[in-house]
């Protein structure tokens, strides 16, 4: 499909969650705004700092209307560990075969060594608003709470 971009509409996609389940995006496209974020692994400095972020502001992003989804190739063994040691209240989403990352158009970083770390913010009507690409998570959080403020 190629790189996503604003303005560009989400493709409707499924994969399984932290719990084996499967998870279709139609589910909650249009219904809410969407914070989608692929992040590079589980248990990583800057993944872990990134996912507490999203866990410290969920109440946050939930006033908001928004749902947190982070997606990356670890298994959904890895993702459930994950969740459980930091306690996190969202939706992590297998893509071992790496083809969300492809249909996000997600690049790899550092030489093409390691996968890229891109958000997306998807308003209500299922229409990109914001793509922040940087490998340094913290820079991600004040930029994604900008957007979904701004579609309210």
């Known amino acids: ?4 971009k604003v303005g560009d509409k989400l493709p409707l996609f499924g994969a399984k969650d932290q719990n084996g389940n ?4 139609a589910s909650v496209l249009q219904k809410k705004i969407l914070i989608i974020y692929f992040y590079p692994k589980d248990d990583t400095p800057g993944c872990t700092s990134q ?4 866990r410290d502001q969920f109440e946050e992003f939930v006033a908001l209307g928004a749902e947190v989804i982070g997606i990356s190739s670890d298994s959904v063994k890895s993702h459930k560990k994950f969740e459980t040691e930091y306690k996190l209240p969202f939706t992590l989403l297998s893509d071992q075969d790496k083809s969300l990352r492809k249909l996000f158009g997600v690049p ?10 891109v958000t997306y913010v998807v ?4 229409i990109v608003q914001l793509v922040f690409n940087s490998m340094r998570a913290e820079d991600h959080f004040s930029k994604v709470l900008e957007a979904v403020k701004r579609m309210m």
């Open 1 to 4: 499909m190629g790189e996503i």
């Open 51 to 54: 996912a507490c972020f999203f």
């Open 22 to 25: 499967d998870f279709y995006i």
């Open 123 to 126: 308003d209500k009507n299922g």
């Open 108 to 117: 790899n970083n550092l030489l093409g060594l390691w996968p890229g770390r």
